[in-house]
């Protein structure tokens, strides 16, 4: 007998992403499923552009229709609710800059290598979300205070190594994560509506903590009284300590550690000899960022001079990036590495090296730059 078409089920995956959706102004790191990162220069700015915003994807792009997407809000609820894109815009909404970061950033620079896509440094961006805050839709559909979490489920399926046929792509944040204001449905990015790429027509925006978090291709929203135990949230988004088992679950990956970046000048960058401002992002979910520090091995004899500290250009949030520069003199030859580390206000600052994980998850190690600076020959 035919399977009986699903209710308000959104339309079947295309198939894998064609080539031509991933911007070619990003770098792409795996094409099945879609990952592609922003080269650090498009970083150096407080807002990354659509086209420039990095891609993370576990399964084939669903290609939602708008006229017949809902969302169904449903769980631990008085008042369960669907809704269309238009009653959705038609709520009360917020517009707000939030960085999103995934989980693996920087996962290259971890050694010994650990596992999952190798991200350099650009799994990263900055945007204005505009959406619904998600507190608005659980207070409508009456969430029970006695439940625990908030399951988000996207409309993405596909398989994952050691689990048996499709999963849909879910993850779930504690009800005071998602009773935060801060916590959007979001329908806008840079005030253009969703692409399919990010997530149309609406995703999550959960800012301050990583990006698994962000579920995009939104269809349900489920309250639920007991810790939610999906792959996602149990076995691909923690922190696996090397070593035995440990006979309890490795803790998940949550808030943003604090990080900084430097996005001028570039990696491997050949300067003439002079003076120069270096130009950076630091961020950290916990609290504002307090200060970012730099260093070069600028002494004469290529020692380690001493950290700078830097002016910050925006005001920190622990919504989004602030930008960061700081004068260096480099007037003389040589090979020169800069490093740039950032604090926060509770007291959290980058560690030299960040210890290793399994999935080098969370990888906040200060950055180091390559510079030579050399005169016209
Ligand atoms: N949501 C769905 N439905 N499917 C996904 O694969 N990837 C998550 C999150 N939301 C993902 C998802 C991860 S790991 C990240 S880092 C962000 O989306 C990336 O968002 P972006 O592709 O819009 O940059």
């Known amino acids: 007998m035919a399977e009986a078409p699903a209710r308000h089920g959104p339309k079947a995956a295309d198939g894998p992403v064609p080539a031509e959706e991933i911007s070619e102004l990003l770098e792409v790191v795996s094409r099945e499923p879609a990952c592609a990162e922003a080269p650090p220069s498009t970083l150096d ?3 990354t552009p659509n086209d420039r915003f990095f891609v993370r994807n576990h399964f084939p792009v669903p290609h939602l229709d708008r006229s017949t997407w809902r969302l169904e809000i449903g769980g631990k609820v008085s008042r369960p609710l669907s809704l269309s894109y238009e009653e959705l815009t038609g709520r009360e909404s917020r517009t707000l ?22 991200w350099n440094h650009g799994a990263l961006g900055a945007a204005e979300w505009h959406g619904v805050p998600l507190a608005e839709l659980l207070a409508e559909a009456g969430a029970f205070d006695t439940a ?45 509506p969703l692409s399919a790429m990010h997530g149309a027509p609406a995703r999550v925006v959960v800012p301050g903590w990583y990006g698994m978090a962000s579920v995009k291709w939104l269809t349900r929203i489920t309250v639920s009284a007991e810790p939610f135990r999906g792959f996602f949230r149990t076995e691909s988004y923690v922190m696996i300590p090397e070593g035995p088992e440990r006979g309890s679950p490795p803790p998940p990956v949550t808030t943003l550690r604090v990080k900084s970046l430097i996005t001028w000048p570039a990696e491997g960058a050949t ?89 080098g998850m969370s990888t906040n190690s200060i950055h180091a730059v390559r510079v030579t600076v050399r005169g016209p020959r």
Not at 97 to 118: F, I, Q, T
Not at 154 to 167: L, S
Request: hydrophobic share 35%; aromatic share 6%.
């Open 45 to 47: 700015a407080a807002l």
């Open 97 to 118: 800059r939030a960085l999103l970061e995934c989980a693996g950033n920087s996962r290259r620079a971890m050694y010994p290598p650990a596992e999952g896509v190798p």
């Open 148 to 192: 625990s979490e908030v399951i988000l489920t996207g409309a993405d399926r596909g398989t994952e190594p050691g689990v048996r046929g499709t999963i849909a792509y879910e993850m779930s944040l504690p009800l005071e994560k998602a009773r935060d204001p801060d916590t959007l449905v979001a329908l806008r990015m840079n005030g253009e």
């Open 271 to 359: 300067l003439p000899p002079g003076l120069y401002s270096v130009r950076g992002a630091a961020w950290s979910g916990e609290s504002p960022v307090a200060g970012v520090e730099l260093t070069s091995s600028s002494g004469r004899d290529g020692s380690a001079g001493p950290w700078l500290a830097a002016k910050l250009l925006d005001e920190p949030s622990t919504l989004t990036w602030c930008r960061w520069e700081c004068p260096i003199d480099f007037r003389v030859e040589g090979h020169f590495v800069l490093r740039a580390r950032a604090s926060d206000r509770s007291g959290n600052s980058q560690p030299l090296h960040a210890r290793w994980n399994f999935r």
